[in-house]
């Protein structure tokens, strides 16, 4: 009866509230002390399957604790490899079990548990609670901003100098061109003690002004002069017979 179901309902045991923030770290603490690692290492980690990707796959075997994916400080793409850290230690060995060898989007995927000394490297999970930002440096952060410099002449021509100094031993007679050469013109020559300053442009000759074209009066000036009559011719001196 519904009343018999109702009595059965209120005596089964609440469900268990989910372990809080305390407790997990409680929890690898004493997985710590055990010797048991928590780690597990993901290799050949393709393109595209990223750190939200690979939180909610691997949320599957267990709780995820730390999860950091490897990438290039400069470009931000992924290197490959990752690591995994779950709460309970045979959770972590399962899931490497499982995963080594699991062939993802063309790749197979080498998974196994990291040994206690890499999974207790203080700096493993550095960061992996923030959004990666890509660090822009040198020409990429001008590049970024739009006023990519000129590159370092005097770094270019140190080598150079150095290069022509082991090509000598070798090929006396050999030269090239270099740097200096085939550089845009505003930079000296790759001699010692040469100025890497930029050249100053010559001063551009400045053209001679067009012939001044006789100016024509205002059109109202021109009128009056065409409607006035013509001036008379001067009287021719008389001769005296």
């Known amino acids: 009866s519904d009343d018999e179901a109702a009595a059965a309902a209120a005596a089964a045991p609440a469900p268990a509230p989910p372990p809080s923030k305390k407790a997990k770290k409680k929890a690898a603490a004493a997985a710590r002390a055990d010797g048991a690692s928590r780690v597990v290492y993901v290799g050949h980690v393709p393109h595209g399957f990223y750190e939200e990707q690979m939180r909610g796959f691997f949320s599957q075997f267990g709780d995820v604790t730390n999860l950091r994916l490897s990438r290039s400080k400069r470009t931000g793409n992924s290197k490959g490899y990752a690591f ?69 002449a005097a770094a270019l021509l140190k080598k150079e100098r150095s290069r022509r100094a082991k090509l000598a031993t070798a090929f006396p007679d050999y030269d090239f061109p270099g740097y200096a050469a085939a550089a845009a013109a505003g930079y000296a020559s790759a001699g010692p003690g040469a100025s890497t300053k930029p050249r100053k442009k010559p001063a551009k000759a400045k053209r001679a002004a067009p012939p001044a074209e006789a100016a024509e009066p205002p059109p109202a000036k021109a009128a009056k002069r065409a409607a006035a009559p013509p001036a008379k011719a001067p009287a021719a001196a008389s001769t005296s017979a």
């Open 84 to 152: 995994v850290e779950f709460a309970d230690a045979d959770v972590a060995r399962i899931a490497a079990a499982t995963m080594d060898r699991y062939l993802m989007h063309g790749k197979q995927l080498v998974a196994h548990v990291a040994p206690p000394e890499l999974a207790d490297r203080p700096g493993l999970f550095k960061g992996s609670d923030k959004p990666f930002k890509k660090r822009l440096g040198g020409r990429e952060h001008h590049a970024d901003r739009g006023d990519d410099p000129e590159p370092n």
